[in-house]
């Protein structure tokens, strides 16, 4: 399963630091409000990402003993919204990936105390958050935040539009220019 999340670099590192500071910032301001608080992740992944180490260590304590082809497992966005405190209410992870959906239920017995609010969702994204937005009018008090990571160009307008009509969502969309651009010239 370790190649499953096999991608980026210190650029991928930088954007999950952000997200993290950016998570904790927005549950800390407004841990006092009577707001539940929900976070989405959409193209969620396994919760993890590998990285290949190709620095042999040299230093005194190190002895050579990490070879090149050395795999370091780091938390990816849905990690660290779990890590994030204070707490969400809830966490939606939403994967159309069916194995990649099993890693992400293993996030439930990672986190015990956390399992009845974590839904892992395996379905496109576009449709999973429409459904999402649409239950949310039915519910009050609720402010979310949406991570919008995706690898090409799988968001649609129509799921933009759906999202900015709740009125209560912060988006975090992370436009794949270099990927998602280049595929669509000619």
Not at 22 to 45: E, V
Not at 125 to 149: E, P, Q, Y
Request: hydrophobic residues 40%; proline residues 2%.
């Amino acid at each position: 399963m370790a190649d499953l999340q096999n991608f980026g670099g210190d650029w991928t590192q930088e954007k999950l630091a952000r997200v993290s500071s950016y998570l904790t910032a927005y549950t800390n301001a407004l841990k006092n409000t009577t707001f539940s608080l929900i976070y989405i992740d959409a193209f969620a992944g396994t919760g993890y990402r590998n990285v290949k180490s190709d620095d042999k260590k040299q230093g005194l304590w190190s002895f050579d003993l990490l070879d090149e082809d050395a795999e370091a497992l780091h938390a990816g966005s849905a990690r660290i919204a779990l890590e994030t405190s204070p707490r969400f209410a809830e966490y939606y992870f939403i994967e159309q990936d069916a194995i990649k959906c099993a890693e992400l239920e293993k996030l439930k017995l990672d986190y015990p105390d956390k399992a009845k609010d974590i839904y892992v969702v395996n379905e496109d994204a576009n449709t999973a958050i429409r459904h999402i937005c649409k239950s949310w009018t039915r519910r009050r008090n609720l402010r979310g935040v949406l991570f919008l990571d995706p690898f090409g160009m799988n968001v649609t307008w129509q799921t933009i539009e759906t999202v900015a009509k709740i009125e209560a969502i912060d988006m975090w969309y992370l436009f794949p220019l270099g990927v998602g651009v280049n595929r669509l010239l000619t």
